[in-house]
Structure formats: C-alpha cells, structure tokens
C-alpha cells in the first residue's frame, strides 16, 4: 500500500473541484450517504493535467466525469482513516472495483474523487426488469471484486469491506459492477441522523453480520454475510430492509432463510424473473447465497467459492453448463458470457467473424426446418467497432462442423498483454475453413458437440478509443 507521503500526486486543489460541481450545486447532487454527500462534476483540464505523466498518458485512470464524495467529517476527526482510504484506493486495482481518481483536504473538507459510473448503484436496479442472466453478471461481477479485496491483493494482506450492501455495488456502462466505498465504514460518520440505508459504526442496519453485533469483532465472513443479503435483494428484488413491513417480511436475510428453508423460495423472488430462471441455475444460487447467511461464520463460503459457483449458476442459465467443459482458453476479461445451442430442429448455415491479430467477435446465423434463417447478436465487439477484417463462413446444407480448431495468443500494441483466441479453424464433415485471425501462440482443439457452441466471452472495452474487443472461450 502506498506510504501517505506517495499521496501527493493524488491531491485535488479545492478550487478544481468546486468549478467541477459548480460549487456543489444542486444540480450536480447526486445522493447523500452516511459520510456526506455526493456531486456529480466535470473534473477541469488543468485538474487532470497538472499532475503525474502517468495519469496523462493514460486517460483511463483521470476520467472528465467524477463522482465527489465531500465527506461530512468535523475538525481532524477521520484524518487517518482518509488518508488511509486514499492510500488504499490508489493501491488496490482491479476492474470490479471503482477508481479512484484523487482526494482534497484543505481546511475542513476532505473530499474523496472517484471515476463516476452512469448508471449509478444497484440499489436503484432491483425493482427494474432487469434480465436473470444481467443480475446474475452484476453478481459475479461484485463477486470477484470483493473476492479480490480478500485474497487478491498480496500475500498475507487482506482487506475487509465492512460495509457491503447494493448502494456500495455501482455499475458502469456495460453493467460491469465496481465495488466502492471499502474500508471507509472505519472513517465513522459524524451524521448521526443516520437511516437504516447508510453506514453505521456497525456497518448498515439490514445487512450486518449478527455475529458482529453480538461480539463487535469484524472478519472476512462479515462481509461475506453482507454480500448473502445482496445476493438475495438481487434476486428478489427488493432491499435488505422494508421499514413498511412488521412481519417476517421486514428483514430479507430473515425472510429468505425461511423461506429457503421451508423450499418455498420461488414465492419470494422478483416476478418478473420468475419465468426465466432455471431450476439449475437458481438452485446453485440460492445455495450459495443461502450459506452467506449462516449463522456459524466457518459455514460461511469463501469469496473465491462464490464467484465459482455464481459461475455455475451463470452457465447452467445460458445452457453451457450442461456440456462438459473441455478447456478454458484466453484470461478472465470480465466480459459477458454466451452461449449459442442449436435446437433440434436448427441448422448452423452462417457464421461471420470479425477478426484481424485476433478474434474481435462473432455471429451466427441458423436455418430451422420450416426455412426461416435467424441471425443471432453480435457476440463480443465493441460500440460497433471492428477487428478490420469480417469474414463469412458457409455451410452447405448437408455440412456439419466436427471441430473447431484454434491458437492462443497476447495482444499487441496499446493493449497489450491480454491473452485471447487469436485465431478460429472450422473443420467439418467437408473441409476445413480458415484459420481466421492469425494463427501464433498455443493451439486447442474441441469437437463439435451436438451444435453447441458454448462460453465464448467478449468483452465491451476499450470503447473510449474505439478498438474493438476480444473473445475468451469456455467450451
Ligand atoms: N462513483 C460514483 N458514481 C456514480 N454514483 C455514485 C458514485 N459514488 C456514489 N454514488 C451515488 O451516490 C449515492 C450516495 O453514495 P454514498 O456512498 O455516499 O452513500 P451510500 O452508499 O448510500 O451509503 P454509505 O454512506 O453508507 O456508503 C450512492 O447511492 C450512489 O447512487
Ligand atoms: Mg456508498
């Protein structure tokens, strides 16, 4: 972690962030916390240049749009944790976890700058029509943030959220969940007109370990209790307490335990989700959701074992689960993933390919018995941008692919280092198409397996300077 004198570089003069809020206006409010409240705001030029080389060759880390927590902290009070929160965010990288983008101390205000993420947090999505398969990536995403701040971030290091709920979950563009606001709960709000929604010295009313009321000692489980309760508002659309309620129903972790317990879980979740969810699917969810909740904090999971088995549930929803898993090519690059099964009565007759160094994406397009041909999204590719090459692959009637053929490679160039399929070979009962992309790096093989072609992963990034994007596979 950096040392607090490493922080200058982060520093923010006031007067930058005052004509970034327009004097915290109204207008620019975009919520009220436990610790302050929060503007939206245009960081200036002279902001986002005046500091290190590293930040100006890298407009990624110094976005234009922030979000300014101006904490509600009096005197000195919460000196040590602030810095310490700076000294923390600026440390710990990863894409499940907002960026920070700098800080302001100059008289009594202390102000904390982080990337702002449009669509806000996840406590405003859980009544929304939001799809099973988008809630369940807004999970996993959230997920691997939290399992990195536990296990992720150097040996024998580990930090603790201690405030885990869906307004700490925000989201970006692509509903990529970022986990925010770790490690501020120690900073101590001074608000003490505090409601049940925003952090207390314990936490938040709703989703609090009970084992850390009863013995005010914090660990890792503590948040993996929180992280339970999220999952289930996730999943039952509605927050981890509803005042309006004096019944059973007042406590989600209360409710869902019960409900879990008694096999009756269906009556609770979101009805809009009811009708898409797979048995499979809910079943390893709710398990491991389930087990967050457990009062013995050792029958509680760990972070890494809920990301797999949310995972799971993820893939048993998009129907790869069902096939074998042969080898998993390319790294993990948080993208979305997908699936593409023939149904009995469909044919593969197309698939285009977007490709150049490597594979930036691909479609399918399916014939069924009556004719009709049906093409499928774009899978992978970003903001519509492409890899430079598209290339059409069809099949004749009576053609079907045996195998798929590939080689794995490292991009090169401004985004180096990501491992990806850098190139796709078709064989079939007829002959071999391809390769498409270029063929470097190590080769897999996978038969064709009954028309499922599973688990292939784009990712959407890149977009603010309109480079494509890659795929990963699971098959
Ligand atoms: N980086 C950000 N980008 C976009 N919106 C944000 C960002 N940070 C906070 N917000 C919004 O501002 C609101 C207030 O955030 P804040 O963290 O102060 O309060 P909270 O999460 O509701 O409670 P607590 O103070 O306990 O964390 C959030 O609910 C969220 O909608
Ligand atoms: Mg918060």
Redesign the pocket.
């Known amino acids: 972690m950096a040392s607090i004198q490493q922080l200058d570089h982060l520093k923010i003069p006031l007067d930058d962030i005052k004509s970034a809020t327009d004097n915290f206006s109204n207008s620019n409010f ?6 302050g409240r ?1 503007y939206k705001g245009q960081l200036p030029l002279s902001a986002s240049t005046s500091t290190t080389t590293a930040r100006l060759t890298n407009p990624a880390v110094r976005p234009a749009t922030v ?1 300014v ?1 101006r904490l509600d902290v009096k005197g000195g009070q919460g000196q040590h944790e602030f810095l310490r929160e700076i000294a923390m965010l600026s440390s710990y990288k990863h894409d499940n976890l ?1 960026t920070l983008v700098g800080f302001t101390e100059e008289g009594d205000e202390k102000i904390i700058v ?4 449009v669509r ?2 996840l ?2 999505y859980l009544t929304t029509d939001l799809t099973w398969v988008q809630r369940l990536q807004i999970c996993l995403g959230a997920a691997r943030g939290l399992n990195y701040l536990h296990d992720g971030v150097g040996e024998g290091h580990r930090v603790l959220h201690r ?1 885990i709920k869906s ?2 979950i ?1 989201l970006d563009e692509n509903w990529e969940a970022k986990v ?2 770790f490690g501020l709960s120690k900073i101590g709000p001074t608000n003490q007109e505090i409601t049940f ?3 207390t010295a314990a936490g ?1 009313f709703g989703y609090v370990d009970p084992v850390y009321i009863s013995t005010g000692v914090l660990t890792k489980e503590s948040d993996v209790y929180s992280f339970g309760v999220v999952l289930f508002e996730v999943l039952c659309g509605r927050l981890a307490m509803n005042g309006k309620y004096d019944d059973d129903r007042r406590f989600l972790a209360h409710l869902a335990r019960l409900r879990y317990e008694e096999g009756k879980l269906n009556e609770i979740i979101i009805p809009s989700i009811r009708k898409q969810i797979k048995r499979d699917s809910l079943r390893t969810f709710s398990r491991i959701a389930y087990q967050c909740l457990k009062f013995e904090r050792k029958q509680r999971p760990r972070m890494a074992v809920i990301v797999e088995q949310l995972q799971i549930s993820l893939e048993f929803q998009i129907g790869c689960r069902r096939i074998t898993r042969i080898g998993l090519w390319g790294s993990s690059t948080g993208g979305s993933p997908w699936s593409l099964q023939l149904n009995v009565d469909q044919k593969l007759r197309k698939i285009t390919i977007d490709h150049q160094d490597w594979i930036y994406s691909i479609s399918f397009t399916t014939e069924d018995f009556s004719g009709l041909l049906d093409s499928s999204e774009r899978h992978g590719g970003a903001g519509g941008h492409s890899g430079g090459q598209i290339s059409e692959i069809n099949f004749d009637t009576d053609e079907e692919i045996i195998e798929i053929l590939g080689t794995i490679g490292v991009t090169t160039g401004r985004y180096h280092g990501y491992t990806v399929i850098s190139s796709l070979t078709f064989k079939t009962n007829k002959k071999n198409i391809g390769p498409f992309g270029k063929e470097t790096g190590d080769r897999f093989s996978v038969p064709w397996d009954e028309g499922t072609f599973a688990g292939f992963y784009g990712r959407a990034g890149f977009y603010l300077d309109g480079i494509g994007c890659y795929l990963k596979a699971t098959i």
């Open positions: 975009i919520g009220q916390g436990g610790f929060v979000a927590k907002v982080y990337e702002h993420e806000g947090s406590d405003k405030d307004s700490n925000l925010s606001d929604l925003v952090t938040t």
